[in-house]
């Protein structure tokens, strides 16, 4: 007998109260907040959907790690223990631990890139992007097409177009220093991508003689994608495929705060020594010695525990299937989302949801103000209040309008989401009376974070 119930593969061992609040507390807080939920106190939050990122609780083993963890400033046994576990999966030379991914991606960056340089990825994540046009250098994005369409089904959505790859590495030799390829494509919906694909990415590269990195975040979320939707791969272990991601490159940078199960922390690995020598010299100036590199010893020994917890069989399937089931919720009732459910988020797709809320009134984010004040819930725009204000200070719409539901590791259950689920189809009964927002002060940059808004 096969049963339907998602088993959350662990026993709650300490708890951390949420708070219900009122329909009129709510509304009291988001007017507080300038109806920007960057803005709230976590408290007066009772499903706290902002970002998978730092989030997820930590196991006990984990935290008997924690207590191991050596503070000697050179030379730590908790680095060593960290440089195993990282060299176990990734099989990189070098592991150089950094505060979190974006310092890793700065290290890197700075090693590498020079103004005018080209660095495709499949989709760069905003910190990716940001350090790399911080050096002069263009970001480029070279998604399949499927992965702009919402509604359209593939298994590996989050895919390299490795023609358009093969293009842009001909047509500009010796400008393309570096490659990328972001698992899973978090930008993209957190859509997986194929060993096929990140084989012949990795092909490529080396018939053109470019290094190859992966933006490993979410690289156990994909192992568990190719294990359960690539031919060849059903039979073998997540930690099997994930050594077999990583040795078709030839480094990765990390945010430990997704797949390495921890609060904070990441790292840089890679093969090429010379390399590595100067991304140490920069970590000693921006991060710390490279035996600690942005971390305590007590993360280093979490980071080790937590990036095997993230490949367990058990886990994966508890993780991948929470947001499939809010996903088949929100198909039966009719209410769009990105297709398939990505790893760490289902996305809502906002612009065919609220349709009678045109672009420029951010439906969105209007989105995101009714979760919040119906069901306490706390989502993140992925549309054109994040995307849609350019450099030179204009406006153009972004292709899509997303809402983030971004599951944290091991912390809400089945009944969660159940609740989850009510909110959603309650606002579905509702969501021909949902107004537009517009923005009524705003920053240059990231205006996201900070801007504030006003319902019309
Ligand atoms: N790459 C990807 C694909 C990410 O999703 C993130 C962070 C980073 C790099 C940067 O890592 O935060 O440790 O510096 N994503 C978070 C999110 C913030 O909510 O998706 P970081």
Redesign the pocket.
């Known amino acids: 007998m096969k049963f339907e119930t998602i088993i959350e593969p662990f026993r709650i061992k300490t708890v951390e109260p949420i708070r219900q609040t009122t329909r009129e507390e709510r509304l009291s807080a988001i007017r507080g907040a300038h109806y920007n939920v960057f803005q709230l106190n976590a408290e007066d939050v009772l499903i706290d959907l ?5 989030t997820g609780a930590m196991s006990v083993y984990q935290w008997a790690g924690m207590m191991r963890g050596d503070e000697s400033y050179a030379g730590a046994r908790s680095f060593h223990t960290f440089v195993k576990s990282v060299a176990g999966i990734t099989g990189f030379r070098h592991v150089i631990p950094t505060h ?4 890793a ?1 700065h290290i890197l960056s700075s090693a590498m890139l020079q103004p005018g340089d080209i660095v495709p990825n499949n989709t760069h ?4 992007r940001a350090n790399i046009e911080h050096r002069g250098a263009v970001a480029l994005n070279l998604p399949i097409h499927e992965g702009h369409q919402p509604q359209t089904l593939h298994p590996f959505k989050g895919n390299m177009d490795v023609v358009a790859l093969e293009r842009v590495l001909r047509e500009n030799a010796g400008t393309v220093p570096l490659v990328m390829i ?1 698992v899973t494509n ?2 993209e919906g957190g859509q997986p991508v194929s060993m096929e694909n990140i084989r012949r990415t990795s092909e490529l590269c080396r018939a053109h003689g470019v290094p190859f990195f992966i ?1 490993a ?2 690289f156990a979320e994909n192992a568990w994608f190719i294990k359960t939707r690539e031919p060849g791969y059903a039979d073998k272990a997540p930690l099997e495929i994930a050594q077999e991601m990583f040795k078709l490159a030839d480094g990765c ?1 990390m ?4 797949d390495g199960m921890a609060n904070i922390g ?1 790292f840089l690995a890679m093969n090429d020594d010379a390399l590595a020598v100067t991304c140490r010299n920069s970590l000693i100036l921006t991060e710390g010695f490279p035996t600690y590199g942005g971390l305590a010893g007590y993360d280093l020994e979490a980071i080790a525990v937590g990036l095997y917890e993230a490949l367990d069989p058990d886990y994966l399937q508890y993780r991948v299937r929470s947001v499939e089931y809010l996903a088949e919720k929100m198909l039966a009732a009719g209410i769009p989302t990105v297709r398939p459910a990505g790893g760490h988020a289902l996305y809502l797709d906002a612009r065919a949801w609220l349709s009678h809320i045109p672009q420029h009134q951010y439906p969105g984010w209007a989105l995101s103000v009714a979760l919040y004040v119906e069901g306490g819930i706390r989502a ?1 725009e992925i549309g054109s209040v994040m995307f849609g204000r350019q450099p030179d200070g204009s406006e153009r719409p972004a292709d899509l309008e997303l809402v983030r539901l ?1 599951f944290p590791r091991r912390v809400y259950t089945q009944s969660h989401m159940d609740y989850v689920a009510e909110v959603l189809l309650y606002l579905n009964t509702i969501s021909q009376d949902l107004r537009g927002v517009r923005i009524v002060e705003q920053p240059a940059a990231l205006r996201h974070f900070t801007a504030k808004f006003a319902l019309l």
């Not at 979190?100 to 310092?103: D, I, S």
Request: hydrophobic share 20%; glycine share 10%; with cysteine.
């Open positions: 902002l970002t998978d990122s730092g979190q991914g974006r310092a991606e994540f905003d910190t990716t972001t978090n930008s933006d975040c979410r940078t945010s430990a705060k997704k990441g993140c971004a």
